[in-house]
């Protein structure tokens, strides 16, 4: 059992920055693949960015290429999202998702692959 607890959203100016913060329980944070996720008003759900167990595979959504960066540090148990040139088409609810399927090694864009959730932080982007 994993828990995923979210940190570092709030409110910034349209070409601003955040950094994401998600610190995972438990003992094998190193196992898994992590990956951030965002909903934003009334839309669904979707991918933004995943990273495998050793930071050495990333995927990134083309919407945020460039701009956004994940990272993770095995020793602390905590997945970093830098989000920089901000839009307001960022504002949305982040998640961070743990997938334990192939022990970290395979990152997916696919939400039902992610086994653990955290609750969300909200960013929000103003023009």
């Known amino acids: 059992q994993v828990q995923l607890v979210e940190s570092g959203g709030g409110l910034v100016q349209a070409g601003g920055s955040l950094r994401l913060s998600c610190a995972a329980s438990?003992?094998?944070?190193?196992?898994?693949?992590m990956g951030w996720f965002r909903q934003g008003p009334g839309k669904e759900r979707e991918f933004v960015v995943a990273i495998n167990w050793s930071g050495s595979s990333t995927l990134y959504v083309d919407s945020v290429k460039g701009r956004f960066t994940i990272s993770r540090d095995n020793a602390k148990n905590t997945v970093y999202l830098q989000m920089n040139s901000l839009k307001p088409e960022d504002t949305a609810v982040y998640y961070c998702a743990a997938d334990r399927r192939t022990a970290g090694r395979v990152v997916v864009r696919t939400s039902g692959s992610y086994d653990y959730w955290g609750q969300g932080t909200q960013v929000t982007v103003s023009s």
């Open positions: 438990g003992r094998s944070f190193s196992s898994y693949a």
